[in-house]
């Protein structure tokens, strides 16, 4: 009998190859542990509040009236929510039409773009121009949009690094687009060389590619490290040089764990670069209401902001965003509270201070327990964690591991991975679903668990990876590297 | 100076080339208008929160709590909120894993999928599989994954009915797929006549295309009939026969004006139909959260249930919505409480049946004024709106009037609606954007004014109509069809 349409072989082929690793196989064998009674940690994905976060009270209390604004007019409300939440309710409600039920305008509601806007002219210094932001349904889906601009077919490339988040190597797969991959230097703490950039720009020409843009994630993920200006300004000039768009992923902008390598924006960068390149290189950063302090993942918010961009193209995009009529309005009013966050007065500052330093200050004494408790391990050599959410250990297998590996037909990295999930329940990421230099072997974690865990795990982890490495290291020859 | 990547004459062609009339020249117009002070009735989209129908107040509460999960321990809470809405907030905080803040599964949270099924059992009476229902960010979105999943490049084709909601054409022109259109007839109340269905295929065939799926939308937009029973067992045969995927858009099933006119699930049709059909015929069909007595667009919340699909395929739509992580938490609740609304009994169950059904009962007495009001004018003929929320009567344009759009560069239709926006303020969007046949012009309204404003609307609409009739009709020769 003839195949039907949604038969596995009459599939777009792009469907088919594209991967993502982040809920791949050591996710899906997670799961199923967890489905028989298994305690998973899961480190797969930067899910904060899943393992335990607690959400920001004030947003929270915004976003619950603005979806009962009925609650406005019951003379209760302010035994449960404060003063500054119910006005700070009335106007997100002012700039809808129709409550949070309502589509918003494709681009996002107008005066929520406004607040964005003047939140990146706080951060940069430079203006920003609400009708350049488009509010969506976190950063991915706007990554995806913008891809989906850009490339027309095989031969159009697209600069990653190596290793990358893998939502870039999974859109350019579906999109059919070519992934031309630049390799960030683990020696030099994932520092880009821009020698490296031009070697893959060059090769990639040599095949035929045309490369169209260029994707820089900041701070780096799974990586964790802070691009310094210096080597921004470097990217710049190679864009500019290359007639590349640059494509800023900027969503751990707040995840700073190192006050020497604090974040520094690429618009922020080409504006200090002033004229005529200012006006020249293309740029659309990317952010969202997933990560920072926040870390309201299930909301799906989100923005990007274009810089240099035409307004015929602006205009495409917001055609292609209308299709999908609007992105969720509760997440654009989350969006409007984290560019606009309690100011100082407001009843709700302190509070609002006090639980958002309170993530970050743990957050970086996590990336610091996590860094060292990899260090300790046998064969395991890890950066610190500059910022983002991930620490990303190199994982020196023998060569006996790689071998058995490969005849249980696995990947080295995935077969430890999977070892390490089924002796300890923590669920990770193996290096080669973001990419990694031939022969090398890393695996991603988020710094997510409780503080007050962490300790425990990074036991857990230590005695499943000494005894793996005493299980396969040939004691005969094999050393430390 | 070489072309930047991001300049209109580099980007992808599928992009420039797709249309989506809702929110095309006619309401960039209307907005423009409503900026410089003019009151604009928008008519031109599906939206009923933004013309003042109220949200129910149950599920608002309930999502209210979910997202402020710290007032379930305020002792104030039940001055506030109901007790079944405090029940129910806790049930479906105990379906996620970090509340509305953390990432669900990338297919929706399994306790809410299996809500749905079970509601597609007591709709259908036949079991429904969760591991089949995955939920989405609307329909729109589930519908483009879909189409994505199948899509290959411009040989496949994708049956779709005309006039058709236009995210169908712009969804296929992104993907590169090609759109074969079936005319509805709209002397039949835009029946589906199997015969043209036929024609169509073959004359696609005859072009080099593989037709692989059909669309059909019931109730119908913006044609707003109910297809009955007999006319879908037509089109599953036809399906089967052609080997075609069937995409159900079934996203106005709430939407039903006409008792002797109910709505029936495709689903539901092929079961009747018994072996070995009920095994072999591949149907996806797709809900949402915005339309129905909910109207919940801005939530963006919905779902598609697959019929028939092989396992490979599920897990190949599984991994492509992976990279998006997951739908929006919040609307995947509010689909909770649609398919699982109070009970007999509920202490919330009267008032929201009271809500519910006014609202029903309004659209329903809407629906009758608009056909009415239309076809009391000049030169409009209009079938009544069995179901969905649109209106779509024919407006017999006098050739002097098409003559005079054409000239200025004008659609005929879109002519009309933008003489009808700048004379009345209501937008609405011009047949030719849903695609009719030559030389037969039409518009597409919502039926969601308020009832209080109907009458006026619809006068405002009667005295300009009636007066471009004046205008353009030619009094020596031309007589009403």
């Known amino acids: 009998m003839a195949p039907k349409g949604l038969d596995h072989e009459l599939l777009n082929e792009n469907v088919k ?18 489905k028989e009674g298994k305690k998973i940690i899961f480190t797969n994905v930067g899910n904060p509040h899943a393992l335990g976060q607690k959400p920001l009270t004030f947003p929270r209390q915004v976003v619950a009236l603005c979806q009962a604004p009925f609650l406005l007019d019951d003379p209760n409300v302010s035994l449960l929510f404060p ?58 889906k706007g990554v995806m949009q913008i891809l989906n601009t850009i490339i027309r077919g095989e031969w159009d490339g697209i600069l990653v690094p190596v290793p990358q988040y893998p939502l870039y190597s999974a859109a350019i797969s579906l999109l059919g687009g070519s992934l031309v991959p630049y390799y960030l230097e683990e020696t030099a703490n994932w520092g880009l060389d821009i020698n490296n950039l031009r070697q893959s720009v060059a090769l990639a020409r040599s095949e035929g590619i045309t490369v169209r843009a260029m994707v820089i994630i900041n701070p780096g993920n799974p990586t964790g490290q802070c691009l310094s200006e210096a080597n921004l300004r ?51 950063s990317f952010h969202t209401v ?107 297998l023998p060569p006996k591991a790689v071998e058995v590996a490969r005849k249980a037909g696995k990947v080295p990295d995935v077969f430890y991975c999977l070892r390490l999930l089924e002796a300890t329940g923590i669920s990770t990421v193996p290096g080669s679903g973001f990419g990694q230099k031939d022969g090398v072997f890393h695996l991603r974690t988020t710094i997510l668990p409780a503080e007050e865990d962490m300790p425990a795990i990074m036991a857990s982890f230590k005695k499943f990876n000494d005894e793996f490495m005493e299980q396969y290291e040939d004691h005969r020859g094999y050393s430390r590297m």
Request: proline residues 5%.
């Open 17 to 34: 190859k594209c991967q993502y690793a982040v809920r791949g196989e050591l996710y899906l064998r997670a799961s199923e542990l967890q």
């Open 290 to 396: 997933s990560k920072g302090y926040w870390g309201e993942c299930g909301q799906r918010g989100g923005y990007f902001e274009m810089t240099n961009i035409p307004l015929k193209t602006v205009d495409e995009i917001y055609k292609v965003a209308s299709i999908s009529l609007s992105p969720n309005v509760p997440a654009q009013i989350f969006m409007g509270l984290m560019v606009n966050p309690p100011k100082p007065g407001d009843i709700s500052y302190q509070q609002f201070v006090r639980e958002s330093e309170g993530i970050i200050e743990s957050l970086r004494k996590r990336a610091r327990i996590m860094t060292d408790g990899f260090n300790s391990c046998r064969n395991v050599v890890c950066n610190f964690t500059e910022g983002a959410m991930y620490s990303f250990p190199q994982i020196r």
């Open 83 to 140: 003063a500054d939440a119910i006005a700070r309710a009335k106007h997100y409600l002012s700039l809808t039409s129709g409550g949070l039920g309502a589509y918003s305008d494709s681009r996002g509601l107008p005066g929520v773009r406004k607040e964005v806007a003047e939140f990146i002219e706080r951060r940069d210094g430079y203006p920003s121009d609400p009708e350049l932001i488009f509010l969506t349904d976190g950063a991915s």
């Open 234 to 284: 470097e990217i710049l000039n190679f864009c500019f040089q290359e007639n590349l768009v640059l494509l800023g992923d900027e969503v751990y902008q707040q995840n700073i764990y190192q006050d020497e390598r604090p974040f520094i924006s690429s618009k922020k960068v080409l504006m200090d670069m002033g004229l005529p390149l200012s006006k020249e290189i293309q740029i659309v």
